[in-house]
């Protein structure tokens, strides 16, 4: 299967240059895989060039994992930090992605000077 990189799946996301959303279209049309790395750059990019507020990302992450042809890695962590990231809106998705990848890995406790993220079972505020 296919990869994608962030900017693509930007394009996808905001739908703000047609030509390229048509092209990122066209190539995902058969399938492609989004990293969490890909995932994780493309919400810092809505988040601060784009200024979209969290309850649209939270939608735009639902809507990715429920997509037709974008397979998230390890979807089930995506949902599950997608979980924490609904009950504790203060902590941002991608900090809750970094606690799931630490826990499906073994890794916990994950040390954080984050007090938010601190709150979170698995977590431990140095």
């Known amino acids: 299967m296919r990869a994608i990189d962030t900017n693509v799946l930007v394009r996808l996301l905001a739908r703000d240059d047609a030509a390229q959303v ?6 995902v049309r058969g399938g492609a895989w ?3 790395l890909v995932l ?4 810092w990019v809505l988040e601060s060039v784009y200024e979209v507020e969290p309850p649209q990302i939270v939608a735009a992450i ?3 994992l429920d ?3 974008l397979v998230l890695q390890d979807a089930e962590v995506v949902a599950s930090s997608l979980a924490i990231h609904r009950r504790r809106p203060k902590v941002g998705f991608s900090d809750c992605l970094i606690l799931e990848v630490a826990r499906k890995a073994g890794h916990i406790p994950l040390g954080t000077f984050d007090r ?4 979170v079972a698995g977590a431990a505020k140095l």
């Open 62 to 64: 639902e809507m990715l």
């Open 116 to 119: 938010n993220l601190a709150k």
């Open 34 to 36: 989004v990293s969490h």
């Open 67 to 69: 997509h037709d042809t």
């Open 40 to 43: 994780m750059e493309a919400v």
């Open 22 to 27: 048509a092209a990122a279209e066209d190539f």
